[in-house]
């Protein structure tokens, strides 16, 4: 039956009875379900091959990353080294493997990681074809254009130490 047809021929009364499954559970019978939900769901992942988990891995990175440069909320957490870093503890891989896998040092990918160095353009691409374009570069970029966005509009020693250059500033009296 189509959705179409269904809607039409049914109200959503007789929907709701047809296709939602009752939640008239007792305590026990909620944890009873809950067990045998659990139950299922390990036995799955058991079976998962390692590339599927790791995929399914990069997956949620991936949304945790989309979801926090979409969001207007700053989490001095979410860095770029924190990404990079999630993204080799998920493949069980060295900083040293991966930077030869990325043609970058190994004491480059470090400050990277630690904050110590800004990356550029070309490391967000290579990135972003390591993870077989799972991972854009550009939502690497929005991130780093976040990270500096904070500190530009919350770093007041920067104002005070940039103000002795300005000779004059436009006032408006209204």
Do not use: C
Request: proline share 2%; net charge negative.
């Amino acid at each position: 039956m189509s959705v179409k047809k269904i809607l039409t021929e049914l109200t959503p009364e007789e929907i709701a009875d047809a296709y939602v499954l009752p939640a008239d559970l007792t305590n026990e019978e909620q944890k009873s379900a809950n067990h045998e939900l659990a139950l299922a769901r390990a036995k799955r992942r058991n079976e998962m091959s390692d590339n599927k988990r790791l995929y399914n891995n990069l997956l949620l990175l991936k949304e945790r990353l989309e979801d926090y440069v979409n969001n207007s909320a700053y989490k001095a957490d979410f860095t770029f080294g924190y990404f990079l870093q999630e993204y080799l503890q998920l493949q069980n891989k060295k900083q040293n493997e991966f930077a030869k896998e990325i043609n970058v040092n190994s004491t480059v990918l470090n400050q990277y990681i630690h904050e110590h160095r800004v990356p550029n353009e070309n490391i967000f691409v290579r990135f972003e074809i390591h993870s077989g374009e799972l991972i854009k570069a550009v939502d690497l970029l929005r991130l780093v254009d976040k990270e500096k966005e904070y500190q530009i509009s919350h770093d007041l020693d920067l104002r005070k130490r940039e103000a002795q250059y300005v000779s004059k500033k436009l006032e408006f009296a209204f």
